[in-house]
């Protein structure tokens, strides 16, 4: 009988099966998570434009609920609140040096877009008194998202 004959050879890689399935495997996944990755822009625009809306419509209520005049400062990718300290300055003042502190606890409450993502322009500071009125109406545009955001004149009223 010859040496090592009733011995199974070892194998030392992979078999071309093998190799075959890793391949469809890894062409299936990157079927279906390519086209994510690349729309990660507008999945940030519209999470950006959400926040937005959010916020706003926080610092409308913010008002309202304190009776002072609530502040939107914008810049080029994001928007903080501040409120007037003066409790007594009534709908007059609109001094706006005091934090507001958000849902979350942050102070002040703010919003900062991810990646690319800004405002189509600045908006302008927008004045929320304490009846919950706008300083002016406005449209406000996210760069990639669909609709606008827009501010009642008259009652600030926070849609898109």
Known sequence: MIAGAGRRRSSRGFTLIELVMVLVLVSAVAVFVAPRLSGIADFNAR???DET????RYAQKSAVAQRRPVCVAFTANGASLRIDADRDSGSGGSGCE????????DTPARITARGEVQFGTTPPTL???A???PSA???V????ATRQITVESGTGYVHD
């Open 98 to 105: 005091a934090d507001l502190t958000g849902v979350r606890g």
């Open 141 to 144: 545009q996210v760069v990639g």
């Open 127 to 129: 004045v929320f008194d």
């Open 53 to 56: 809306l959010a916020l706003l």
């Open 137 to 139: 109406g406005m449209g």
């Open 131 to 133: 009846q919950g009125r």
């Open 47 to 49: 999470g950006f434009h």
